[in-house]
């Protein structure tokens, strides 16, 4: 059952989107996250018919996403659904999740991280466009190899926001 959620930020009001965890038994363990959306975000998830408007579900995650914004949290600990992405683009997002909370690094720094240096830096781009976790899942941390902010589906304001939040960017 996929289940969805409104969560106020300062970025404005966030879409999550969740499946339901089968645990032991056929009991729920839980919730995984499939999609995070920013208001306006290119690409960003639609609510469907047969979705579940359930809130409660995303207790947990809207306690985390409170926390960081307020600065207390500088990782997520949250289950995300499987099978999401092609295997080039899971690759990608996995090197995402291990950029550091306050840390930037450039597409060309991700290329190598996944093996497809040269040539290969705009399909991370790409792959990183289409990142369905923003803010739990840190695109906005990667930039262009001169520090410029470059492309971020949630607009180029909000990933200076977020790096701001992280203490990440440079002074100038």
């Not at 999550?16 to 998830?45: C, D, F, M, R």
């Not at 792959?127 to 470059?150: E, F, K, Q, S, T």
């Amino acid at each position: 059952m996929t289940m969805y959620a409104t969560v106020d930020s300062p970025l404005g009001e966030l879409l999550l989107v969740g499946e339901e965890v089968a645990g032991p038994a056929g009991t729920s363990a839980g919730i995984a996250l499939v999609s995070l959306s920013l208001p306006g975000q290119k690409g960003a998830a639609v609510v469907q018919d047969g979705w579940v408007h359930e809130p409660a579900a995303f207790d947990g995650i809207a306690t985390q996403l409170r926390e960081y914004f307020e600065g207390r949290r500088t990782r997520f600990d949250l289950l995300y659904a499987d099978g999401r992405g092609t295997d080039f683009q899971r690759r990608v997002w996995a090197a995402l999740d291990g950029v550091p909370y306050g840390e930037t690094v450039s597409y060309g720094q991700i290329a190598e991280r996944v093996g497809s240096s040269g040539a290969g830096v705009r399909a991370v781009g790409t792959a990183i466009g289409r990142n369905p976790l923003l803010v739990v899942r840190p695109c906005h941390r990667v930039i262009g190899a001169d520090g410029a902010l470059r492309g971020y589906a949630g607009g180029l304001e909000r990933k200076e926001q977020l790096l701001g939040l992280e203490g990440a960017l440079a002074a100038g």
